[in-house]
């Protein structure tokens, strides 16, 4: 069993920058590639980022490729996303998930934690 917890989200203007964490408990987060989701209103939750389970690997959807970075410390069960040059249409709850495989498709993410809002004005 695995525990997510989000935080740093916020209301950021267009332009800036925001860092979502997401602390996992247990001792076996290692063992999992850990990816970030966001749903706005209205749409389906998509996939945004994912990293391999010592994070050598990390994946991108298009639309945030050179403006988002996903890592992770596995001494501190912490996965980040620096969100930089924010846009309006980033604005949706982020979650962060956890999987045994190297998948971007959220049916094979086996737990989540609970989101974190991020708004970006315009």
């Known amino acids: 069993q695995v525990q997510l917890v989000e935080s740093g989200g916020g209301l950021v203007q267009a332009g800036g920058s925001l860092r979502l964490s997401c602390a996992a408990s247990g001792r076996t987060f290692r063992s999992y590639v850990m990816g970030w989701f966001r749903q706005a209103p209205g749409n389906e939750r998509e996939f945004v980022a994912a990293i391999s389970w010592s994070g050598g690997r990390t994946y991108y959807v298009d639309s945030v490729k050179g403006r988002f970075t996903i890592s992770r410390d596995n001494d501190k069960n912490t996965v980040y996303l620096q969100m930089n040059s924010l846009k309006p249409e980033d604005t949706a709850v982020y979650y962060c998930?956890?999987?045994?495989?190297?998948?971007?498709?959220?049916?094979?993410?086996?737990?989540w934690g609970q989101g974190t809002q991020v708004t970006v004005s315009s």
């Open positions: 998930g956890a999987s045994t495989l190297l998948v971007v498709h959220e049916n094979e993410y086996d737990y």
